[in-house]
């Protein structure tokens, strides 16, 4: 799936924590050493700027320097930080079951995702089906909070007013882009059934599906925390699959919202 790397760069209002940021998930993401005009071209930044934010990252021992081959890549540090949260992230380990069933079922691609209200959703599980060919998205993934069909599980029980969802929706991008009157019409729908679909809309050829999920139990008034969302190509989202994918999803949710209640 595609990922937003680096827009929160220059929207920041402390633009050395997210220069930083931006570089540990670029890092995170590509998985290979880089070396700063690469890491720099692909976050917009200055080379130089980008180097003196890396040499604090490896002092920090956050980030690890190979002076022969001149590249960085991530070092143990980040795992103290990882293992912190994932130490008090209940989310993950009652949606992994949950997530891995459906994606052997079905034969597609799993993922449970926070939500951070309307700015970005996170991609904090994950499973795959083992068939030959499926799409797949990192654990640490960052995504517009209203893109694809997790944005319309967002808008449909947010109870956001339109001077919010407009300004955001019109600066997302889509392989096919809906017309706001299509996506408006597409989140009264998830509101209706309670998931939402995203048939190409995304990513051509692609459909996801997502079901939201309540922290503390769904209560009147009370936005979603996170959500599961299938991504499948094929026979496995269409026809009679379709139905029993979103049943199947739409359970899973409803069950993972009361066991986080």
């Known amino acids: 799936m595609k990922d937003d790397t680096s827009s929160s760069v220059k929207a ?3 633009p050395a ?4 940021a931006a570089i540990l998930r670029l890092l995170g993401k590509r998985g290979a050493p880089m070396g700063v005009q690469a890491i720099a071209r692909e976050l917009g930044l200055v080379p130089s700027t980008c180097l003196y934010v890396l040499r604090a ?19 143990a540090g980040v795992l103290t930080l990882a293992r912190q949260w994932l130490g008090r992230d209940r989310f993950s380990d009652l949606a992994q079951p949950a997530l891995d069933r459906i994606a052997r079922e079905f034969g597609l691609t799993t993922l449970g995702v926070q939500i951070f209200g309307l700015d970005r959703i996170i991609v904090t599980a994950m499973s795959q089906s083992g068939e030959a060919f499926q799409l797949s998205a990192q654990v640490g993934s960052r995504f517009p909070a209203l893109v694809s069909a997790t944005g319309r599980c967002i808008a449909a029980f947010g109870n956001y007013a339109e001077k919010d969802l407009r300004p955001r929706f019109d ?10 009157e299509e996506w ?29 999920v309540w922290k503390g139990g769904r209560e009147a008034g009370s936005r979603p925390s996170h959500a599961l969302v299938a991504i499948g190509l094929g026979a496995a989202v269409r ?4 139905p029993r994918l979103k049943t199947a999803l739409l359970n899973a949710a409803r069950s993972l919202s009361d066991q986080m209640g």
């Open 57 to 75: 990252l490896v002092a920090e021992e956050l980030v690890s320097f190979d002076p022969d081959t001149k590249r960085y890549t991530l070092d």
């Open 171 to 180: 600066a997302l991008r889509w392989d096919e882009a809906p017309t706001w």
């Open 17 to 20: 924590i997210s220069r930083a």
């Open 184 to 212: 408006q019409a597409q989140v009264a729908e998830a509101r209706e059934t309670g998931v939402a679909v995203d048939a190409g809309h995304y990513i051509s050829g692609v459909t996801v599906i997502a079901a939201p």
């Open 12 to 14: 920041s209002k402390a």
């Open 239 to 242: 026809g009679e699959a379709l």
